[in-house]
């Protein structure tokens, strides 16, 4: 039997046909040795009843986002902080056209609004909805904000079509269930810092140098080795992503301050230089705003520290594996193993940044491995599987 003993699980049934599948889901969490709370939609509850709901798990169902003993405690607040995990099962496209948009209207929505708790959704519905481009767009969205996606597979659907939308079987949820409370203990323990997004390099207080980088990779990479269970410190320039949860980020600007702060937290199990750092600082900064009545400025460049030479070449603050990026735009594979061997990085992650690609500010890329023995080519995926795939190797290197 799998076990998952102890864990507080919160399952939100929403109103599909499927929501039948997880009564016997529930019963099997239970078997497992794991604690569940549910929530029913109001159309769920077209489906499958409280009484049945709450026998299964032998508590309470929650409903009504305002019954008012429970919200007088902040019913909904409280069911999404003292779980271990949520559970959407089924999802439907209601409910996940809701998660993407930030709608809260409902207990279910409300809850998985104020969510600070990891998140697997199991998609239920018609084949036409789920290829129905709005319903891709939202289940990318939900993806890019950290939550898991578990199915839908092939299959007949209620409604007699053949598809993609058939809900997954209760045992290859608990399976995943399972395989997630697994995955958060790889690489627990393990320290990592992850540099990302741009540098910028002052030329006076107004204007500035700098590289394009969004930091969504980084910010990706970062959100999944702390899943994994690791210890993790961001270091980030300039970037609009939203911190990941459990993730002690740390705000710089310039490369001097990237190269202290990645020094304050070294060494470190993993390192992982993700950022975009600007080669060239201006040599003579400014401290006025330099004004465009005068001729035509002149800058004299300097180079930058190199960060990653920096601190790989010290047995001070090396990390035990230490992954680095190539952003090429042109010989990408002779370019990248120059650095991997100049640089004396573990592995390296090279990638096309020419603009047909549209990899900067884009939400994917595609991935050229390298370490010392070994080339694979990675197929195009989201920036979030790259950093799932990446921690999973991690993970394999330190078992």
């Not at 050229?368 to 190797?393: I, P, Q, R």
């Amino acid at each position: 039997m799998l076990n998952l003993k102890g864990k507080n699980i919160l399952l939100v049934i929403s109103g599909g046909i499927a929501a039948y599948k997880s009564l016997e889901l529930i019963r099997s969490l239970k078997k497992s040795g794991s604690n569940v709370h549910v929530i029913l939609t109001q159309s769920a509850k077209e489906f499958v009843t409280e009484l049945t709901v709450s026998q299964l798990s032998q508590n309470e169902v929650h409903t009504n986002l305002f019954d008012y003993h429970s919200e007088l405690h902040m019913g909904h607040i409280n069911l999404s902080r003292t779980m271990d995990l949520i559970v959407v099962a089924p999802a439907t496209a209601n409910i996940i056209a809701k998660m993407a948009n930030g709608i809260a209207d409902d207990l279910a929505s409300t809850t998985l609004l104020a969510s600070n708790k990891p998140i697997i959704i199991v998609p239920a519905m018609n084949p036409q909805m789920y290829q129905n481009a709005i319903t891709k767009n939202n289940i990318k969205k939900i993806r890019e904000n950290g939550i898991y996606v578990f199915g839908p597979s092939h299959g007949e659907t209620a409604c007699g079509e053949n598809g993609m939308g058939r809900m997954e079987e209760p045992a290859d949820i608990l399976g995943c269930i399972v395989e997630f409370f697994q995955k958060r203990t790889k690489l627990k323990n393990k320290t990592a810092f992850v540099t990302a997004g741009p540098t910028i390099e002052p030329i006076d207080p107004v204007r500035y140098i700098t590289n394009n980088s969004s930091g969504k990779q980084g910010y990706a990479i970062a959100a999944s080795l702390s899943q994994f269970g690791a210890k993790t410190t961001l270091i980030s320039g300039p970037s609009n992503e939203p911190i990941p949860d459990g993730v002690k980020c740390i705000k710089i600007d310039t490369a001097k301050q990237m190269l202290d702060a990645v020094q304050s937290v070294s060494p470190a199990d993993i390192g992982i230089f993700a950022a975009a750092v600007a080669d060239w600082k201006v040599k003579n900064y400014s401290n006025q705003k330099i004004k465009k009545d005068r001729s035509v400025p002149s800058l004299e460049l300097t180079e930058n520290t190199n960060i990653i030479k920096t601190i790989v070449n010290n047995p001070n603050t090396k990390p035990k594996l230490a992954i680095g990026f190539a952003a090429e735009t042109e010989n990408l594979i002779e370019n990248a193993k120059n650095k991997l061997e100049k640089v004396n990085m573990d592995w390296l992650l090279a990638n096309d940044v020419s603009e047909k690609n549209n990899v900067f500010n884009g939400d994917d890329n595609t991935i050229v491995f390298f370490n010392k023995s070994n080339t694979e080519n990675w197929k195009k995926m989201s920036k979030m599987d790259v950093a799932n795939k990446l921690s999973n190797l991690i993970s394999e290197y330190f078992e």
